[in-house]
């Protein structure tokens, strides 16, 4: 199974790149509002709210898969082993189940009662490494990969949009999106996050630190999420998720 390395990470190069834009500016403003402290095996790469819960994934090696449960405040609820080199981790509202994709291009869902991971379809994303976001509509998946944004249906999984020039950073900034009610975001290495309307078009930037794993990118709670990661081995370590709000009314 094939782990993440943040120094293999940075010596590749993708073929996204920010791109100028004349449209204004979004207006949105970061505001750190949450943290949670998240022990994991590996790397701290997804974070999603059930309405109720938080769900973390890590990756980096399907024989330490972990997910923790948290409760609205951070504090941590329960934590199950998996079977999962993950990559992402969504939580859908109209069938109130919670996916997962992992670095074997599954879609997968996990079961918060048993702590049981299943199949639901094998090797259905364009990417190992991607780390993609469910549309909180849950009819659309997005996964970038390489600054080429595909667009799926679900459940049917369907790629049925493929856009290309998407701004982001090199790897592995370059395969992680996230996505709200209005905005998708994607981010490069210098804590710079793209804000792009669901066609792809960029309407704007905003900053968040540099620090964060670059497949920690996610849409959780009404607030964007990244993780300074536990960068860990088998022996596992504590990453940061850090919470920002964007303004009144974005969701």
């Not at 997968?108 to 976001?133: C, H, M, R, W």
């Not at 999106?177 to 210098?190: G, N, P, R, V």
């Not at 849409?219 to 088998?234: L, V």
């Amino acid at each position: 199974m094939k782990k993440l390395s943040l120094t293999t990470a940075f010596l590749m190069f993708c073929a996204c790149a920010p791109r100028a834009v004349s449209l204004p500016e979004t207006g949105l403003q970061p505001s750190l509002a949450m943290k949670i402290s998240d022990e994991v095996f590996f790397h701290n790469v997804g974070i999603t709210f059930d309405g109720k819960y938080y769900y973390t994934i890590n990756g980096g090696n399907e024989g330490y898969g972990k997910v923790n449960r948290y409760d609205a405040e951070g504090n941590l609820v329960s934590s199950s082993d998996v079977q999962v080199d993950g990559r992402a981790i969504f939580y859908n509202p109209y069938d109130g189940k919670i996916y997962i994709k992992s670095y074997m291009r599954d879609l997968l869902v996990y079961n918060p009662k048993t702590g049981d991971v299943s199949v639901v379809a094998e090797g259905i994303f364009n990417d190992n490494q991607s780390s993609p976001a469910l549309d909180p509509s849950g009819k659309r998946i997005y996964e970038l990969v390489d600054g080429t944004l595909y667009v799926m249906n679900f459940p049917s999984m369907e790629v049925i949009e493929t856009i290309g020039g998407i701004p982001c950073g090199e790897f592995p900034y370059s395969c992680t999106i996230a996505a709200s009610k209005d905005y998708l975001f994607t981010w490069d290495e210098e804590g710079t996050v793209y804000v792009l309307d669901k066609k792809g078009n960029q309407l704007g930037t905003l900053k968040l630190k540099d620090t964060f794993h670059g497949m920690s990118l996610s849409w959780a709670n009404g607030m964007i999420w990244g993780a300074e990661d536990a960068d860990a081995s088998s022996y596992g370590g504590v990453g940061t998720w850090f919470g920002y709000t964007l303004g009144p009314g974005v969701k």
